[in-house]
């Protein structure tokens, strides 16, 4: 079946559309955090007990993610996007209108539904709709569009809890804004139909229709590479996780410096994770092993975390360094999903982005709690002694699945 090659407008139409909603999913990952010194000071919360809203968001996002992956290839993409927005502006209503922390949990339950599915719709509109010689910078717009709903969050949310004086107003705000992103994807919807993209029915290179026809659904779970991209996903969150939600009070009890400006330290890592994108959407198609450019900049990255931890910078030095950290692992982020795509069977793109990502899920569920401890204990260098390792293990699990996809093209060539 011959295809029309979308126009660069469509591509970058399609591309802009999947990052701001992507975006918005990465935002209200922070609908929280940001306002835990409020609600401590409010309710008088522990972090350990406040972590644990974060676990709550992301096992249901988890559990979540996995099953919306086989929703996305049944429906298709572009209603479960929908629902998801529409669960996020639930999400900060009903944390607008909490009483205690059980109010808090429903929130983070429904934020967690709507951010459940957003991985598996992005990168299957992504995948059919975005011309393959432009599919390097669509992954580079995502990931960087998410980093920079990292870096809003923070500034938004307690910004205006700040000048409002009420944390409240902060979430009401933060479900408006969920709104407002669906009216626009709502207004923008044929740009976002994945069942009438140009590649939407192209069979992959060597498949047959009869091959995927007696594919069983499960099939691709055989496959040890998605495993391993789940283990990477894993061990990389884990290391977000510390940084996002800990970072800031930690360089605040180490070097005694005031919240408002360590809290800077998400937004610098972000950002700087967002121009490391947009350098490693230019990598992504000049290199081969994809695992090599992954290992050498989390190493890197890694290295800068240590640094931190061991105490002997300035307190605004510790800070830049933390924040610089983030460039290594936004070079890596095209790397990344093109190695995913590489190493995922065809006609299985939503099954097997819901899986591997459901590791991401795991990764800040597991870690957030565990990040909380350490802070409550006093000990506080182990957060980024902590980031530093996850991301040591998570270069381990990129190399092992890009020595499996090199194997695969040795015999198929």
Same mark, same amino acid.
């Given at each position: 079946?011959?295809?029309?090659?979308?126009?660069? &407008?469509?591509?970058? &139409?399609?591309?802009?559309?999947?990052?701001?909603?992507?975006?918005?999913?990465?935002?209200?990952?922070?609908?929280?955090?940001? #306002?835990?010194?409020?609600?401590?000071?409010?309710?008088? +919360? $522990?972090?350990?007990?406040?972590?644990?809203?974060?676990?709550?968001?992301?096992?249901? *996002?988890?559990?979540?993610?996995?099953?919306? %992956?086989?929703?996305?290839? /049944?429906?298709?993409?572009?209603?479960?996007?929908?629902?998801?927005?529409?669960?996020?502006?639930?999400?900060?209503?009903?944390? %607008? $209108?909490?009483?205690?922390?059980?109010?808090?949990?429903?929130?983070?339950?429904?934020?967690?539904?709507?951010?459940?599915?957003?991985?598996?719709?992005?990168?299957?509109?992504?995948?059919?709709?975005?011309?393959?010689? &432009?599919?390097?910078?669509?992954?580079?717009?995502?990931?960087? @569009?998410?980093?920079?709903?990292?870096?809003?969050?923070?500034?938004?949310?307690?910004?205006?809890?700040?000048?409002?004086?009420?944390?409240?107003?902060?979430?009401? *705000?933060?479900?408006?804004?969920?709104?407002?992103?669906?009216?626009?994807?709502?207004?923008? &919807?044929?740009?976002?139909?994945? /069942?009438?993209?140009?590649?939407?029915?192209?069979?992959?290179?060597?498949?047959?229709? @009869?091959?995927?026809?007696?594919?069983?659904?499960?099939?691709?779970?055989?496959?040890?590479?998605?495993? #391993?991209?789940? $283990?990477?996903?894993?061990? @990389?969150?884990?290391? #977000?996780?510390?940084?996002?939600?800990?970072?800031?009070?930690?360089?605040?009890?180490?070097?005694?410096?005031?919240?408002?400006?360590?809290?800077?330290?998400?937004?610098? +890592?972000?950002?700087? @994770?967002?121009?490391?994108?947009?350098?490693?959407?230019?990598?992504?198609?000049?290199?081969?092993?994809?695992?090599?450019?992954?290992?050498?900049?989390?190493?890197?990255?890694?290295?800068?975390?240590?640094?931190?931890?061991?105490?002997?910078?300035?307190?605004?030095?510790?800070?830049?360094?933390?924040?610089?950290?983030?460039?290594?692992?936004?070079?890596? %982020?095209? *790397?990344?999903?093109?190695?995913?795509?590489?190493?995922?069977?065809?006609?299985?793109?939503?099954?097997?982005? =819901?899986?591997? +990502? *459901? =590791?991401?899920?795991?990764?800040?569920?597991?870690?957030?709690?565990?990040?909380?401890?350490?802070?409550?204990?006093?000990?506080?260098?182990?957060?980024? +002694?902590?980031?530093?390792?996850?991301?040591?293990?998570?270069?381990?699990?990129?190399?092992?699945?890009?020595?499996?996809?090199? /194997?695969?093209?040795?015999?198929?060539?």
């Amino acid at each position: 079946m011959t295809t029309a090659v979308p126009t660069l &407008r469509q591509d970058a &139409r399609t591309i802009g559309l999947i990052g701001l909603a992507h975006g918005s999913s990465h935002f209200f990952h922070l609908l929280l955090p940001p #306002l835990f010194p409020f609600l401590i000071a409010e309710f008088g +919360y $522990s972090y350990s007990e406040l972590g644990l809203l974060v676990s709550v968001f992301f096992v249901v *996002s988890g559990v979540g993610q996995a099953l919306s %992956g086989f929703l996305v290839d /049944r429906v298709g993409a572009r209603p479960v996007l929908f629902a998801a927005l529409a669960s996020f502006a639930l999400a900060g209503l009903t944390a %607008g $209108s909490a009483s205690g922390y059980l109010g808090l949990v429903v929130a983070s339950v429904l934020a967690g539904l709507g951010n459940a599915p957003f991985h598996p719709v992005d990168f299957t509109i992504l995948n059919k709709r975005v011309s393959p010689a &432009r599919l390097g910078h669509g992954f580079s717009v995502h990931g960087i @569009s998410g980093n920079l709903g990292w870096a809003t969050a923070p500034l938004f949310m307690a910004g205006i809890a700040t000048a409002t004086g009420s944390w409240r107003m902060a979430c009401l *705000s933060g479900g408006a804004l969920a709104l407002v992103v669906l009216a626009v994807m709502v207004w923008n &919807r044929d740009a976002l139909d994945d /069942r009438q993209g140009a590649w939407a029915h192209a069979p992959a290179k060597g498949a047959t229709g @009869s091959a995927h026809a007696q594919e069983h659904p499960m099939a691709f779970l055989k496959l040890p590479a998605v495993w #391993l991209c789940f $283990s990477f996903f894993f061990w @990389s969150t884990c290391s #977000l996780s510390a940084i996002q939600s800990f970072a800031a009070p930690a360089l605040q009890r180490m070097y005694d410096m005031p919240l408002s400006l360590t809290s800077m330290v998400v937004t610098g +890592y972000m950002l700087c @994770s967002a121009v490391g994108m947009v350098i490693g959407g230019f990598l992504v198609g000049r290199v081969v092993r994809l695992e090599k450019t992954i290992s050498i900049c989390l190493m890197a990255s890694a290295a800068l975390l240590v640094l931190v931890g061991l105490g002997a910078l300035p307190g605004t030095v510790a800070l830049a360094v933390a924040a610089l950290a983030g460039m290594g692992v936004g070079i890596a %982020g095209p *790397s990344r999903d093109m190695l995913i795509k590489r190493a995922a069977p065809p006609g299985a793109t939503g099954r097997v982005y =819901g899986t591997v +990502y *459901s =590791g991401l899920d795991l990764g800040f569920s597991v870690a957030a709690p565990l990040f909380g401890v350490l802070l409550d204990r006093g000990q506080t260098a182990d957060i980024f +002694y902590g980031s530093a390792l996850a991301l040591v293990l998570s270069v381990v699990s990129a190399a092992l699945v890009g020595g499996g996809v090199a /194997r695969r093209q040795a015999q198929a060539a």
